[in-house]
């Protein structure tokens, strides 16, 4: 696994000790946690007031193919401009001012953390069980645990309880799996709260539209990174009613643009929330 960590910051000093120190920065012993070898790398992304939009999705769209995980710690100023990625990669902010400590104790410290919690994750992330409910498509699928996950990992990440909170999540929502109860046969669904049952295909007929317009440059990286870990973007959930129910109405696509349907079997929904 290649494993990216990102320290976005303003700060020309900051900068200047994130490029000499690179791998020195990650704690000893903080890689082991993760399965299997694990290749690493120390970035510095100069950021500031003048930084635009398009300047952050061209860096972050570069890791793309590049990275299997990635870790980002951003200053706290700036952290509006990463609002749109977070549930791509798994970002945490920290104080310009660092707490009054020295740069290698402050960023030892955070990175410490951070990864631990990062490694606790990505060691459920490979696990296929729990891998299925943590690509269901957040804002299409309606669940109060698999909001109160993107929230733990948004603004939770580095608990110490982070582990056993999501966890927690993880078992709730797999405690949400069922057979549809008018149909015969062995296959096992995820039914949300508006009573829609969600199968992760195997099939891969459907392709995932990402172009501009109408979709943004956050749409793209949400169909292939969720909360820091690369994941296949060509596998749709299917999303179905119970019996012979059809569809109809509308849903968020990715990008929040509703859109309609009608008289549908099943809807094909990618974890990034376009369906088609």
């Not at 970002?91 to 490694?119: D, H, Q």
């Given at each position: 696994?290649?494993?990216?960590?990102?320290?976005?910051?303003?700060?020309?000093?900051?900068?200047a000790?994130?490029g000499?120190?690179?791998?020195?920065?990650?704690?000893?012993?903080?890689?082991?946690?993760f399965?299997?070898?694990v290749?690493?790398?120390?970035?510095?992304?100069?950021?500031?007031?003048?930084?635009?939009?398009?300047?952050?999705?061209?860096?972050?769209?570069g890791?793309r193919g590049?990275?299997?995980?990635?870790?980002?710690?951003v200053?706290?100023?700036?952290?509006?401009?990463?609002?749109?990625?977070?549930?791509?990669?798994?970002?945490?902010?920290?104080?310009?001012g660092?707490?009054?400590?020295?740069m290698k104790?402050?960023?030892?410290?955070?990175?410490?953390?951070?990864?631990?919690?990062?490694?606790?994750?990505?060691?459920?992330?490979?696990?296929?069980?729990?891998?299925?409910?943590?690509?269901?498509?957040?804002?299409?699928?309606?669940?109060?645990?698999?909001a109160?996950?993107?929230?733990?990992?948004?603004?939770?990440?580095?608990?110490?309880?982070?582990?056993t909170l999501?966890?927690?999540?993880?078992?709730?929502?797999?405690?949400?799996?069922?057979?549809?109860?008018?149909?015969?046969?062995k296959?096992?669904?995820?039914?949300?709260?508006?009573d829609?049952?969600f199968?992760?295909g195997?099939?891969?007929?459907?392709?995932?539209?990402?172009?501009?317009?109408?979709?943004e440059?956050?749409?793209?990286?949400?169909?292939?990174?969720?909360?820091?870990?690369?994941?296949?973007?060509?596998?749709h959930?299917?999303?179905?009613?119970?019996?012979?129910?059809?569809?109809?109405?509308?849903?968020?696509?990715?990008?929040?643009?509703?859109?309609?349907?009608?008289?549908r079997?099943?809807?094909?929904?990618?974890?990034?929330?376009?369906?088609?």
């Amino acid at each position: 696994m290649k494993l990216a960590v990102i320290v976005a910051t303003a700060d020309p000093r900051v900068q200047a000790f994130v490029g000499q120190q690179k791998q020195a920065l990650i704690p000893q012993g903080v890689v082991d946690r993760f399965r299997g070898k694990v290749e690493t790398a120390v970035f510095a992304f100069q950021i500031g007031s003048a930084t635009s939009d398009d300047d952050v999705a061209n860096y972050l769209s570069g890791l793309r193919g590049a990275a299997d995980a990635v870790v980002i710690l951003v200053d706290g100023r700036f952290e509006a401009l990463f609002a749109a990625y977070e549930d791509a990669f798994f970002i945490s902010s920290y104080a310009a001012g660092l707490g009054g400590k020295t740069m290698k104790n402050f960023f030892s410290m955070v990175l410490a953390r951070l990864l631990r919690n990062f490694a606790a994750f990505s060691q459920r992330f490979e696990d296929a069980k729990f891998q299925k409910v943590l690509l269901l498509p957040i804002d299409t699928f309606q669940a109060a645990e698999l909001a109160e996950a993107r929230a733990l990992v948004r603004r939770g990440n580095r608990r110490d309880d982070f582990p056993t909170l999501m966890d927690q999540c993880l078992g709730a929502l797999r405690n949400r799996q069922t057979p549809k109860t008018r149909t015969r046969g062995k296959k096992v669904y995820l039914r949300d709260d508006a009573d829609f049952f969600f199968e992760y295909g195997l099939e891969r007929h459907a392709r995932i539209a990402t172009g501009s317009p109408p979709h943004e440059r956050s749409c793209d990286l949400n169909a292939s990174f969720r909360f820091g870990r690369a994941y296949e973007r060509d596998r749709h959930f299917n999303m179905s009613r119970s019996g012979d129910q059809l569809l109809s109405g509308r849903l968020a696509s990715c990008h929040a643009q509703e859109v309609g349907f009608r008289d549908r079997t099943h809807l094909n929904v990618f974890p990034n929330g376009f369906f088609k």
